[in-house]
C-alpha cells in the first residue's frame, strides 16, 4: 500500500531535549516536505528536500533541522526544543515537486512542557 | 513575507446549497494554487489544484477559479453534502522557481442536513 509513515505519532517531551520525528514513504517519491500546523496559523511548511542530499527552507525553518541521505526517508530534527515548537506536524510526500499531489502522513502531535 | 489570506474563516450552508471560499495571494510569481480539506483529525488531502496559465479548472462539484491579475482565487462546492463538511485550505507557491508552499489559515465549512 502507498502511503507516508510518521513515528512517532504522540510525544511528549521536556525543554532542551533533542529528538527526532521520522517519515518514510514507499512511493519513490522524490520531493519530501514538512509542515507545522497550529490553531488559527493553518499549515506552515518548515523544509523541504527535492532529492537526495538537496533540501531548503520554508516558511518557518528555525529551530528544525532535516536531512536526506535517503530517497525514502526524511527526518525532521529538533536539537533543542523549546514550548512554541508544541505542534501537529505532517510529513508530506509527491512524485517530482510541490506542483504534483502532495501525500501527506497521518500527523505527529508534540508538546513540549 | 509573502501571506494567502482566506476568508470566511467558518461558513455554515444548507445541505445542497453552494458554498464559496476566497483566497488573495501577495507574491504575483505564484503560479500554482492547490485546495486541501481537512476532516477533523484527519491529514489533508488534496481536492483540487490550478496553475497560472488557467482561469477555471472543475471537478464534479468542486470548481475553482483563479483570476492573477486580481491575485485571488476561489473554491465553489455545488450541491454539498454533510461529508462536504472539514475544514479547507487554499495554497500558493511562492519564490518563483523554488518549491516552496503558502498556505491560508483555513476554512471550517459545515453543512446542515
Known amino acids: 500500500e502507498a502511503q507516508v509513515t510518521q513515528n512517532p505519532r504522540y510525544l511528549i517531551t521536556v525543554t532542551g531535549k533533542k529528538l527526532t520525528v521520522t517519515c518514510s514513504q514507499n512511493?519513490?517519491?522524490?520531493?519530501m516536505s514538512w509542515y507545522r500546523q497550529d490553531p488559527g496559523l493553518g499549515l506552515r511548511q518548515i523544509y523541504y528536500?527535492?532529492?537526495?542530499?538537496?533540501?531548503d527552507k520554508g516558511d518557518v525553518p528555525e529551530g528544525y533541522k532535516v536531512s536526506r541521505k535517503e530517497k525514502r526517508n526524511f527526518p525532521l530534527i529538533l536539537e533543542s526544543p523549546s514550548p512554541n515548537q508544541t505542534s501537529l506536524y505532517f510529513c508530506?510526500?509527491?512524485?517530482?515537486?510541490?506542483?504534483?499531489?502532495?501525500?501527506f502522513g497521518p500527523g505527529t502531535r508534540l508538546l513540549v512542557l | 513575507g509573502e501571506n494567502v489570506e482566506q476568508h470566511p474563516s467558518t461558513l455554515s450552508v444548507q445541505e445542497g446549497d453552494s458554498a464559496v471560499i476566497k483566497c488573495t495571494y501577495s507574491d504575483s510569481a505564484s503560479n500554482y494554487f492547490p485546495w486541501y480539506k481537512q476532516e477533523l483529525g484527519k491529514r489533508p488531502q488534496l481536492i483540487i489544484d490550478i496553475r497560472s496559465n488557467v482561469g477555471e479548472k472543475k471537478d464534479q462539484r468542486i470548481a475553482v477559479t483563479l483570476n492573477k491579475t486580481a491575485k485571488h482565487f476561489s473554491l465553489h462546492i455545488t450541491e454539498t453534502q454533510p461529508e462536504d463538511s472539514a475544514v479547507y485550505f487554499c495554497a500558493a507557491s511562492y519564490g518563483g522557481a523554488t518549491n516552496k508552499l503558502i498556505f491560508g489559515t483555513g476554512t471550517l465549512l459545515a453543512v446542515q442536513p
Open positions: 528536500s527535492m532529492n537526495v542530499e538537496v533540501t
Open positions: 508530506a510526500s509527491s512524485s517530482t515537486g510541490l506542483r504534483q499531489t502532495q501525500y
Open positions: 512511493m519513490n517519491h522524490e520531493y
